[in-house]
């Protein structure tokens, strides 16, 4: 058996990890299910946890652990060189990159389908301003020990189980099938993106992903994605619970709205710092 699951080529291990997606994704609909009958909402941080353990995290540890015998080390949760110098420039891009992104959310907000889809436009919009309604109720909640609630349901868990899945198990498995660490980034980020189930969202999710997929591929470790995703999902729900105190309006939370200059700026100090931290030490180390 495990000579089998070792010499099993990527393509035939493409689909076994989205058998075993979809296999973790019955169980999660099941443990959903019944976490439910105790009284956990659809929308609930707790069950999302749920979903994202074992949807994700679940999938990739196994995958990893059926055909790479050490799952943590293939998956690339490990230290590496310059560790605390790729995490600041990882976070710094972060930052840089999201009046971009934002930007793109506008665009992504206008876009429209063709007439003879427009009940379909409908029905997708309904859904998502219902699902995102629902998230600025529990983003907003009052109490003592909601902020590191949502913190840790919200922002962590969801940074870990992804970047575990989308990264660690996905684009590594793309890259060795296409042998081009381009087009698997990339279709790593528009999966990444579709799999959010926001059509509407789909731009600055997948401007995320790619961000996340060259930081992992040239950074060398997952834990400074974790550390990237995390923070992103940790700004929206501290803006949204500034705006639950009345610090800030709630619009602020869901826009930056920043000027053109500053959108060019951000991007400008984002390549560079790429190019500087990432890039250029690689292919400095390529060339000795």
Partial sequence: MKQFFESTKPGGQLLALLLLFVIFFIIAAGCSAF??????????????????????????????????????????????????????????ILIAVLPFADWLTQVNDAWHFPSRLEGLEAQLRALEERSQSLMEVYLMRDGNWILLSNAFSLALVPAICEELFFRGALQQLLCRSLRNHHVAIVLTAVVFSLLHGEVFAFLPRFVLGLVL???????????????????????????????????????????????????????AIAIWLFWIVFLKKQKASVES
């Fill in 35 to 92: 976490a439910m009958l105790f009284g956990l909402g659809v929308d609930s941080p707790e069950l999302n946890d749920i979903s994202q353990v074992i949807m994700f995290a679940a999938t990739a540890i196994v995958f990893a652990a059926l055909f790479y015998g050490r799952p943590l080390r293939h998956l690339q949760m490990v230290k590496t060189d310059r560790m605390a110098v790729k995490m600041s420039a990882a976070f710094v």
């Fill in 213 to 267: 997929g060259y930081v992992f591929y040239y950074g060398g470790s997952l834990w400074i994605n974790i550390l990237v995703h995390f923070t992103n999902n940790l700004m929206v729900v501290v803006l949204y619970r500034l705006a639950s105190q009345g610090v800030i309006d709630v619009e602020m939370a869901d826009s930056i709205g920043a000027p053109w200059y500053v959108i060019l700026l951000g991007l």
